[in-house]
């Protein structure tokens, strides 16, 4: 029973990450043409994959007999009908019960973890932040066929590139014996314990226990060293932290927030950016980002090189926000100063076609009406903001709509 229990609350992660890693989920099925025929596709595909060196023997064993998936598809079209915001996100990423485990796990594999720091630089926490969020310590890592998802995505014609390419990738990792060919993983063919997607498996899972396969089931050597290489080669720093829960003053101007704004911590000082208890920032040279992820009411982060190294891996804001504060939290560090307001409640699919109607409607730019949060749309909402005397945190709200309605 415990262990179903987890495997659901595994699952429903799963389908958070799933959401948060797929930019184009809002494709309408009939904006995608029909697939080609089945057969003569897969003859085509292993000849492909013939040519790049894979045995034939490989090739019957992991496609002889394979067919599409009709799940996947419905997966890959999937739209959430509710907006993902940090409270609703946080709930289901940072339980007490995964912080528990994550210090326990951080206990348990010590040695291990200094080992991988001391060669890749990228500290113990933040490994096991990943491997929580992204198969809950292990506990679940898929439950599709690898070969059976990337057929079904790659034969389909949303992403058949990309696809095609991670099923190839998929076969010459079976090939060299360093994946079974009955592996399991996510719906987008995402493998072992930290969800890695074939071409990022081959680019950087190691062989770190000595013994000749790249395992990122059962070898714990293997997959954390695989997942610092991977850090580690995306621009981690080993001498910094991800960034830090900040005040920010009554009449902060809000438009510094975002990416695109990077100032060294002296000057946010300056600006009267504060630590969650009132003192000021630490003397570091180092720049910052700040983020107010739930808009101005709710908490602010001031975030550092290390924070934009983990959308490296995975394009999501509340992501990266989850890495870092899982792994705080697991080393003793306390829960949100500022808990997000009443204004973070999950906005519909009908909601935001109509904030973007009324948008529009008033000559802002916030694109076709479809239901998704894009980047254009937060744009126009940041636009009305400022015409309307409102903070611009680009942050839409129930609130905002009855004001635009009104």
């Not at 085509?44 to 490989?58: I, M, P, S, Y």
């Not at 307001?341 to 109607?357: F, K, W, Y």
């Not at 894009?374 to 940041?382: D, L, N, Q, S, Y």
Request: with cysteine; glycine share 10%; charged share 25%.
């Amino acid at each position: 029973m415990l262990q179903n229990r987890f495997h659901s609350a595994a699952c429903k992660l799963a389908g958070l990450l799933a959401i948060s890693l797929l930019p184009f989920a809002g494709a309408s099925a009939k904006e995608v043409p029909p697939p080609p025929d089945y057969g003569p596709w897969l003859q085509a595909l292993k000849a492909e994959a013939g040519a790049r060196g894979v045995r034939a023997e490989t090739l019957a064993r992991a496609l002889d007999g394979v067919q599409p998936i009709p799940r996947v598809i419905e997966l890959d079209r999937r739209q959430p009908e509710f907006t993902l915001t940090l409270s609703s996100y946080f709930k289901k990423a940072i339980s007490e019960t995964r912080i528990q485990k994550g210090r326990e796990m951080l206990r348990r594999h010590q040695a291990l973890l200094k080992r991988v720091e001391a060669k890749y630089g990228v500290q113990p926490r933040f490994l096991v932040a990943f491997w929580g969020l992204e198969s809950n310590f292990g506990q679940y890592t898929g439950a599709f066929s690898v070969v059976g998802a990337l057929v079904t995505l790659a034969h389909d014609r949303r992403r058949a590139k990309f696809f095609r390419e991670q099923l190839l990738s998929a076969l010459e990792l079976i090939d060299a014996g360093h994946v079974p060919v009955d592996v399991k993983g996510s719906w987008a063919g995402a493998m072992g314990n930290h969800q890695f997607i074939p071409t990022t498996y081959k680019s950087y899972a190691v062989d770190f226990d000595g013994d000749g396969k790249r395992d990122l089931w059962g070898s714990l050597p293997d997959i954390f060293a695989s997942a610092a290489n991977y850090l580690s080669r995306s621009g981690w720093q080993s001498d910094k932290t991800w960034g830090r829960e900040v005040r920010i003053p009554k009449d902060f101007d809000i438009s510094l927030t975002g990416l695109s704004v990077s100032k060294p911590l002296a000057e946010w000082n300056k600006l009267g950016i504060r630590r969650t208890g009132g003192k000021p920032l630490p003397a570091v040279d180092i720049d910052a980002s700040l983020l107010v992820p739930a808009g101005y009411k709710g908490p602010a982060f001031l975030v550092y090189k290390n924070y934009r190294t983990i959308m490296v891996w995975n394009r999501s804001h509340l992501y990266a926000l989850a890495v870092g504060h899982l792994a705080d939290r697991m080393i003793g560090k306390g829960p949100l100063a500022l808990p997000p307001s009443a204004d973070d409640v999950p906005l519909s699919r009908s909601d935001i076609r109509t904030l973007q109607g009324l948008l529009n409607a008033r000559g802002l730019d916030a694109g076709v009406p479809d239901g998704m949060l894009g980047p254009k749309t937060r744009e126009a909402v940041r636009a009305y903001q400022k015409s309307a005397g409102l903070p611009p945190d680009g942050y839409a709200t129930k609130a905002l709509i009855l004001k635009l309605q009104k």
